[in-house]
């Protein structure tokens, strides 16, 4: 697991499984701690309130998210959130039993309508490798978030975004003090543009055009699998998913698949694109 800095109130996560991104949010933190010649963060007092958004996957990672969020001067989090259904976003409740999880309430729907399916789809991944976790998974309460809307974190807001056509729910969340923004599972440098079994072809593409728009007015980037991504790269990656999508729905198996994303695994999610559409 290896932990990045984008911002004082930002840290990034990223699981050496899947390379899934955790993102810890801080806000509402003592201007003090912000002024030329203050300890490191690290070093601060803990203060400001905390959200978790999405989890890593392996069981050593998330038993070590408490300490890393005492060590780098973060208060233990008040709220989880998971920016879309998928049980690799979901884990953060086994890090932190019995603290909410804020979901979209389209996720919300999901999670209601398909009940135990984040579930099974962890013990079947975790049976193919042979990962043991000492407990399963429980996801608890979970709170439905109006999107598009806010969120509030101490005296500042998050803002919440829709996105669907990967899955059919989700959300982008926007940290404008810090400008970063986290998309979930779209824009990955590492990920062909996938559909799972209730995505949608033009749902994704007005997704990536709502996305464009946020890209514009933040720094960084940060997809559910993959290495952060500074404006430009985010843009870059975003017309390449765009014409790989565009080419999909016109030429089917024939579509050009994007630069850098054409190995084994990418073909074959590729064919299951095609599949799906019709």
């Known amino acids: 697991m290896r932990a990045v800095s984008l911002h004082r109130d930002v840290l990034v996560v990223t699981s050496a499984l899947l390379q899934v991104n955790c993102v810890i949010v801080r806000g509402g933190v ?10 490191p963060v690290a070093e601060a007092p803990v203060n400001g309130e905390t959200f978790v958004i999405d989890s890593p996957v392996l069981p050593d990672e998330l038993d070590s998210l408490p300490a890393l969020l005492e060590q780098a001067g973060f208060a233990a989090p008040s709220g989880l959130l998971a920016t879309h ?38 013990r079947a991944f975790d049976e193919e490798l042979l990962i043991g976790r000492q407990r399963p998974l429980a996801l608890g309460s979970v709170q439905p978030l109006p999107v598009p809307g806010y969120c509030a974190i101490a005296d500042q807001e998050i803002e919440l975004h829709p996105t669907q056509g990967h899955t059919s729910d989700g959300m982008a969340i926007v940290v404008p003090w810090a400008r970063v923004l986290i998309v979930g599972d779209y824009l990955s440098p590492v990920e062909l543009p996938t559909l799972d079994d209730a995505g949608d072809l ?5 997704t990536l055009d709502r996305l464009q728009a946020l890209i514009a007015v933040v720094d960084h980037v940060v997809p559910g699998h993959g290495p952060v991504l500074e404006r430009d790269r985010a843009l870059a990656a975003l017309e390449g998913d765009r014409a790989y999508l565009t080419a999909l729905g016109k030429l089917g198996q024939q579509a050009e698949l994007p630069p850098g994303r054409k190995a084994a695994g990418d073909r074959r999610a590729h064919t299951q694109n095609v599949e799906r559409l019709r």
């Open 30 to 39: 003592e201007q003090g701690a912000a002024l030329a010649g203050a300890p």
């Open 85 to 122: 259904g998928d049980w690799d976003h979901l884990l953060a409740p086994m890090a932190f039993p019995g603290v909410a999880l804020g979901c979209a309430e389209s996720t919300a729907e999901r999670l209601r309508d398909s009940p135990g399916e984040p579930q099974r789809a962890l």
């Open 202 to 206: 033009a749902s994704y593409l007005a």
